[in-house]
């Protein structure tokens, strides 16, 4: 569980970085992006940043 964890964490890092630095951010995930809630955790993390997410629906 802790490699998990310590993925998620690097993961979160990138995403911050990522979404500082862009203009733009557009989200996409399959499943409905609900596994181990990530959609919220990205959504949230947007909100937070102070990013409006672009999404569309296929």
Known sequence: MSDRLSAHQQCDRYLKKS??????VVVAWGNNGK????????????????????????
């Open 35 to 58: 596994l181990m809630q990530r959609d919220l955790f990205v959504l949230e993390l947007l909100s937070n940043l102070k990013q409006q997410p672009s999404a569309r629906q296929v």
């Open 19 to 24: 979404i500082k630095s862009a203009d733009q």
